[in-house]
């Protein structure tokens, strides 16, 4: 058996898909899965474990990956996207089983391509439940509690000294937190744990700004910004680290599949469609900015990242690390 999947969104989104291509390799262990993918994020198949191929779609690869999935030969064809794209690849594919959400036949173009059909609806939950429901709409036992899962290919390796790792930047402007909450967040970090800061940052103009401004102390020679050349260094650097914190990025995933304490800051959007899901993460949203949420619902408006408390986020790290 011969399974497509597509996801052609951000890292986020990939991250997240994780537990569906889990549950399907589960259902379907004699398959081969192959996962497509948009070049931005194809750094990161060699860290999922549950796929045994890739096809990757982008600016100038032409005509060879839809030829790809032209003559897969694929079983069965799962699109995690919806978009333009990925409703043509899962009509390309001619697989006997093709899968997609429901909201998408509101495209009556799109909804061509697909024979069964997925009701989830991801506003009313997590986008990684959202993914899973696609593979429960072809196999219903599958298990609902998988979680998001990276594993590193074995060369990768991280700095030996111990570092906490800090990153400011994002694709949305309105996603900023303050330079001067940055600044505070890294000279607690050594000034009372003793950690090296690592701060990364993609190669972005405003990103790079944005770092470049923020306030540290000259003296204590354990500050250092890294631009990791791919997703695999950033990942490598994300899972050696003792805390991560983070705005609502792509970072957030990254250390949420490794299982590594994490705070994450949420200003405009809704934490519950994109927290991190295991025990070790706090999560700070905007609209309630002065301690960490503990309740999370569909319809949480957001708010002006400048409104997160700097104490507050330094209480919460200072309780995740006194923890074993």
Request: aromatic share 8%; proline share 7%.
């Amino acid at each position: 058996m011969r399974i497509l999947a597509l996801q052609l969104k951000r890292i986020g989104d990939l991250v997240l898909t994780t537990p569906a291509l889990r549950a399907m390799h589960a259902a379907w262990p004699e398959a081969k899965i192959v996962l497509g993918v948009m070049d931005g994020t194809a750094p990161l198949l060699s860290a999922i474990p549950s796929i045994q191929g890739g096809i990757v779609f982008g600016r100038g690869r032409g005509w060879n990956p839809w030829q790809q999935v032209l003559t897969g030969g694929w079983d069965m064809c799962f699109d995690f996207t919806g978009n333009d794209r990925s409703a043509f690849a899962t009509a390309l594919s001619r697989a006997k089983t093709r899968v997609g959400f429901e909201w998408v036949r509101r495209n009556r173009l799109r909804a061509l391509a697909y024979k069964t059909w997925s009701p989830s609806k991801v506003r009313d939950v997590h986008t990684s439940q959202h993914y899973l429901d696609l593979v429960a709409a072809a196999k219903a036992d599958i298990d609902p509690d998988l979680r998001p899962e990276l594993v590193l290919p074995a060369a990768s390796s991280a700095p030996t000294e111990p570092y906490a790792l800090l990153h400011p930047g994002t694709a949305r402007l309105e996603k900023y937190w303050t330079t001067a909450g940055w600044g505070a967040v890294a000279a607690d970090l050594f000034q009372k744990h003793g950690l090296k800061t690592i701060i990364t940052s993609g190669p972005d103009a405003y990103e790079k700004a944005h770092v470049a401004e923020i306030p540290h102390l000259e003296e204590d020679r354990k500050w250092e910004i890294q631009y990791p050349k791919d997703l695999i260094s950033l990942a490598t650097l994300v899972a050696g680290a003792r805390i991560v914190v983070s705005c609502d990025t792509g970072v957030v995933h990254l250390a949420s599949a490794f299982r590594i304490p994490q705070i994450a800051l949420f200003g405009p959007t809704n934490p519950f469609h994109w927290r991190p899901l295991h025990d070790r993460a706090v999560v700070f949203s905007a609209a309630q900015p002065d301690a960490p949420l503990t309740e999370f619902t569909p319809r949480m408006k957001g708010a002006p990242m400048d409104q997160i408390s700097t104490a507050a986020v330094v209480r919460a790290i200072d309780s995740l690390l006194a923890q074993p």
